[in-house]
């Protein structure tokens, strides 16, 4: 059973940061794309950023791109997102989701490729 455990979220003001963990099994770990999604009330989930096993590729949405940060602590398993000079519009529940590795396609994986997703972590921007 692959379990993704997310936290670090809560409540900033614009501006500020935070970072978000999302734990997980030495072999999910290695065995997966990970990638982290957020979705805002009556808004469609964003894929935010993309990491591929072992960090050798990221990937980061346009809207987040030179603010936000993902990387890897191969000891720990655990998949961060830093999050720097947040915004209000980035207020959402944040997402960790692993995609199983592949031979080929695109990169990064497509949403319909992340089939093992975390609990959320809520994280709130105020102006």
């Known amino acids: 059973q692959v379990q993704l455990v997310e936290s670090g979220g809560g409540s900033v003001q614009a501006g500020g940061s935070l970072r978000l963990s999302c734990k997980t099994s030495?072999?999910?770990?290695?065995?997966?794309?990970m990638g982290w999604f957020r979705q805002a009330p009556g808004k469609e989930r964003e894929g935010v950023a993309h990491?591929?096993?072992?960090?050798?590729?990221?990937y980061y949405a346009n809207s987040v791109k030179g603010r936000f940060a993902i990387s890897q602590d191969n000891a720990k398993s655990t998949v961060y997102l830093q999050m720097n000079s947040l915004k209000p519009e980035d207020t959402a529940m944040y997402y960790c989701?692993?995609?199983?590795?592949?031979?080929?396609?695109?990169?990064?994986?497509?949403?319909?490729?992340?089939?093992?997703w975390g609990q959320g972590t809520q994280v709130t921007v105020s102006s």
């Open positions: 030495i072999y999910t770990y290695n065995s997966n794309y």
């Open positions: 990491i591929s096993a072992r960090g050798g590729r990221t």
């Open positions: 989701a692993a995609a199983p590795l592949r031979l080929g396609g695109s990169w990064p994986p497509l949403a319909y490729e992340y089939n093992y």
